[in-house]
């Protein structure tokens, strides 16, 4: 949506792609678009806005996702004005994800805190309809887990997280703690809190990688 709009207005199977989106809403099913955006500037060209309302038409929903960018949107003021236009345009905010351990990071890369404090700062100045949006949220081995604050447990500083999609579902919405750790900008710099030796999902994440690997040479 955000770095080819082209595929919905312009291409040369555009109308045949937006057509197909049309038939599978009218036969009454549900068809969820993951649109990209990294800023609020990606949704004003006419191009994209021609997207969004074609991709509309059809009946689908269009939910955004947005990884927290340093020196692109790590601001909470960029994300309130993108979440409330998505909402205006019809969009459904869904995800702020943590920048993951992945290429040019060092550039990009934000503390886990610092995201935090964004979408802290930022959910609490728009509506109700805009807090659709999960986050901030890590894309990890084991699943998303998601930043749910920091707080301090029995003297000790902690982040208190939480999974909200996972490989095993019965770990979804448990909550577990790290020490807290201001510089930590992705989980494997988390440690467990309170003198814990590992993270609740640990022995079996790693049992299940074990299974993974042995099923495959063989
Ligand atoms: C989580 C995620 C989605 C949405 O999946 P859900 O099951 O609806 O949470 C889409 N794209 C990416 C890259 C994701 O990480």
């Not at 040369?12 to 990209?36: F, P, Q, R």
């Not at 919405?173 to 467990?192: R, S």
Request: glycine share 6%.
């Amino acid at each position: 949506m955000s770095f080819w709009p082209q595929r919905y207005v312009s291409d040369d199977d555009a109308y045949s792609l937006l057509e197909l989106l049309e038939k599978i809403t009218k036969a009454g099913k549900h068809v969820a678009i993951m649109a990209h955006y990294n800023h609020c500037r990606e949704m004003t060209t006419p191009l994209a806005r021609e997207a969004m309302q074609r991709l509309r038409a059809t009946g689908v929903v269009i939910r955004t996702q947005s990884p927290l960018l340093n020196h692109i949107n790590n601001d909470p003021d960029v994300w309130v004005r993108m979440w409330r236009e998505q909402v205006r345009l019809g969009l459904v905010p869904y995800y702020m994800f943590v920048e993951r351990d992945t290429g040019a990071r060092r550039y990009f890369e934000v503390s886990l805190v610092r995201a935090w404090e964004v979408y802290r700062r930022a959910i609490q100045r728009v509506s109700g309809l805009t807090r659709t949006v999960r986050g901030p949220s890590m894309s990890t081995g084991p699943g998303k887990v998601e930043i749910q604050g920091v707080s301090e447990i029995q003297g000790e500083k902690v982040f208190v997280l939480r999974s909200i999609q996972a490989r095993n579902p019965d770990w979804t919405q448990w909550p577990f703690y790290a020490q807290f750790d201001p510089d930590a900008t992705w989980p494997e710099h988390l440690k467990p809190a309170f003198g814990e030796k590992q993270f609740f999902l640990q022995d079996e994440y790693e049992a299940m990688c074990r299974n993974k690997s042995a099923a495959k040479t063989h």
